[in-house]
């Protein structure tokens, strides 16, 4: 069974700066809920600040992190840590992930590096984890990334991300074009990963677009439209979890705010879909 309280509901997309004034020209009826990364919009002030404040006090908004290393050698970042707690609180930010991986060392990598799949590794990441969470105050969710090489791996991915998971007592961000990319770059089955999956720990999905450099190597770009098996495994989810609050991603080649929303209500549609089809069943 799915969890029955989730912070959003529906269909939104990822809020860049570059849509700070395009965002006013919308339907706001024609998306649920944006995501920020914090770092981006804390602390920002003149134009982007204060179209941001009008924005949360209008919508329902995410924080998906990219700078706390969860799986990173050096201690966390504290003073980041609080000063992200009253960003979440000063923007009433429904709910915050981050990244299973580490991008930083004595200085950022500026890229998300794997965790070794290992025991240790699950006891120091999922003890950091509760870390946050003590700070915060809060749950957080911890988002299965795409990897493209597992040193020291002494177990699979999937087995990895549900110790964290257990272990830490957090949530999970289900990345569903990441199964799907991992599931071509390092040959297991989507559909059985899904499976696998706790229903009560999912805060939310994220839907993306990715890049072909070969057949069996796909790199996650969040640069292109969706594809189609990564369309059909977002309408496995529903059919397995029910309908789940989606976040579209897209970092780059962003295109203009109507045609973003296109994928949007692409989302919504599968949404729609799974909702009628199990008031038949119901019925």
């Not at 395009?22 to 706001?28: A, G, I, M, P, Q």
Request: aromatic fraction near 12%; charge should be negative.
């Amino acid at each position: 069974m799915s969890r029955e309280n989730y912070p959003v509901q529906g269909a939104g997309f990822g809020f860049r700066r570059c849509m700070s004034e395009t965002l006013k020209e919308v339907e706001s009826s024609s998306f649920d809920f944006l995501e920020i990364a914090p770092e981006n919009w804390m602390g920002l002030g003149g134009r982007f600040g204060k179209a941001f404040r009008q924005y949360t006090e209008q919508h329902p908004f995410m924080a998906h992190g990219l700078s706390l290393s969860i799986g990173g050698p050096t201690p966390l970042d504290m003073d980041f840590l609080s000063r992200l707690k009253q960003f979440l609180a000063d923007h009433n930010i429904r709910g915050y992930s981050e990244h299973l991986s580490y991008c930083s060392d004595d200085g950022h990598l500026y890229d998300l590096m794997p965790i070794p799949f290992t025991e240790e590794a699950v006891k120091y990441v999922a003890g950091r984890i509760r870390q946050v969470q003590d700070v915060l105050e809060k749950k957080i969710a911890m988002e299965n990334v795409s990897y493209y090489a597992a040193p020291g791996s002494e177990m699979t991915e999937q087995a990895f991300l549900l110790a964290v998971l257990e272990e830490a007592d957090c949530d999970l961000l289900l990345d569903v074009n990441n199964i799907y990319v991992n599931s071509v770059n390092h040959g297991y089955d989507a559909a059985d990963f899904l499976k696998a999956m706790p229903a009560e720990r999912i805060m939310y999905l994220h839907i993306a677009g990715h890049y072909t450099e070969a057949d069996d190597l796909l790199v996650d770009t969040h640069g292109a439209p969706v594809i189609d098996p990564v369309w059909s495994l977002l309408q496995r989810a529903y059919e397995q979890f029910g309908v789940l609050p989606t976040l579209l991603e897209r970092d780059f080649n962003i295109p203009s705010l109507p045609e973003l929303l296109q994928e949007v209500e692409q989302v919504r549609f599968y949404q729609n879909q799974w909702k009628m089809i199990h008031a038949q069943t119901v019925a």
